[in-house]
């Protein structure tokens, strides 16, 4: 018995007083296959973790990348050339966390297959057999946390969600009422952003008659403001009894949300050719300077037909940076767009920089719900109006992720085919 100990602690070292029944032995979850040796009777069997194929095959690839890249690192002829250097290492750093799960991974697959070998050995004494069960279910679930973590991370980063952003919101179909709900939705991303401490700023924006806005674009910055942003893009339909409405019918109106990531001048070429620039007196508050100046900026760039009215700075030159600020954004956006719709065109669900022509999301306010199309889930709408809009964010992020995945076993078999 005693030997018997001493090997389960050296083959084993995850102990706990916890006590199983001896029964777990025979209910392994179906992703574990027991192998024994025809030739023998008795003894031990081995255990194979059945992960999906595609994993296995995308993590020894990328084993064997970062093994090269190792290689190349000593190599005196790059350690001599500083910029080749660093493009090798940022390459093998951005594989380190991979290798080393995936080196995890193996370690416990092989305590586990050692573990249950010991299993399969005559143990007299029920409480080690109960340890044993103990070691089995722990080393189960460890495989499956780690599993489930490469998967995420074999994933291919989006470069683009450490930006900032410029987001739009823009009064659709609906009237006055349009303009009114776009107001809403505009403090529902204030909220929002002060949730997540970004900072939000005014760019531009056009007061509808009634209230609300006919546009406003906001300025967000923050911490990775993009990865959450993103999946906000869309037609947002209200249902309600509008302010506006004398006898109490409900109406449907829409507002369009565009999320463009920041731009850098260097991405974004603006050929002064392409450009109208008209100055103007903003009027309104903000003392005898606003009124009396041309403070006001009226770009138009022609290829696009896109014109940006800037009046929110106090002087000429601020109100043309800002708007030429924003007409990078929003070509960027236009460059942004016309690649993902290429790679992604036959997907089902709108997620990321999407097309506008479909809802994304209705808020009705009768029932007090918010209903995302793109996650087929409600929401309760008066905590969601407030800015507690997180939960959906994630399931966007779940949703893009899962189809991320699928998308990887596809090609993986396809390539394997």
Known sequence: MNSLTTSFNARSPILSNRLLSWQYLSCLPSNF?????????????????????????????????????????????????????????????????VVMTYKKYR????????????????????????????EIETLTSQLKELEERLKVLLLPSDPLDSR???????????????????GDLVRMYQKYSECN???????????????????????????????????????????????????GRVHTSTATVAIMPEADEVEVVIDPK??????????????????????AVDLFHKPTGIRIFCTEERTQLQNKNRAFQLLRAKLYEIKVREQQE????????????????????????????????????????????????????????????KELLEELAESVAATVG
């Not at 070998?117 to 080690?128: I, N, P, R, W």
Request: net charge negative.
């Open 164 to 182: 900032n952003v410029m987001l739009e919101v823009r009064a659709g179909t609906g009237g006055d009422e349009a303009g009114l709900w776009a």
């Open 33 to 97: 296959l027991c192998v024994c040796p025809a030739q023998k009777s008795h003894g031990a069997c081995r255990i194979v973790c059945m992960a999906e194929p595609y994993v296995i095959t995308k993590l020894e690839s990328a084993e064997k990348t970062w093994k090269e890249l190792s290689v190349k690192l000593a190599d005196p002829d790059v350690v001599s050339n500083p910029s080749e250097y660093q493009k090798l290492a940022q390459s093998m750093s951005e594989l380190d966390e």
């Open 342 to 401: 290429q790679i992604r065109n036959q997907r089902k669900s709108q997620v990321g920089t999407g097309a506008r022509a479909e809802k994304i999301r209705t808020y009705n306010y009768k029932d007090n719900r918010v209903t995302d199309h793109r996650l087929k889930m409600n929401f309760e709408l008066t905590s969601f109006l407030d800015g507690d809009i997180e939960t959906a964010v994630q399931s966007c992020a779940a949703m893009e992720q």
């Open 197 to 247: 401490s970004w900072k939000h700023t005014p760019v531009s924006y056009s007061e509808a008659e009634k209230g609300g806005f006919k546009t406003f674009v906001m300025e967000i910055k923050g911490s990775r403001v993009y990865s959450k942003l993103k999946y906000e893009a869309g037609v947002h339909r209200v249902q309600r009894v509008p302010q506006t409405e004398a006898q």
């Open 274 to 295: 392409d450009i109208e620039l008209t100055t103007a007196r903003s009027g309104g508050a903000g003392g005898q300077n606003v009124n009396k100046v041309e403070t």
């Open 107 to 134: 370690k416990s697959e092989k305590l586990l297959e050692d573990t249950k070998a010991l299993a399969k050995e005559e143990v007299s004494d029920e409480d080690m057999a109960q340890m044993i069960a103990y």
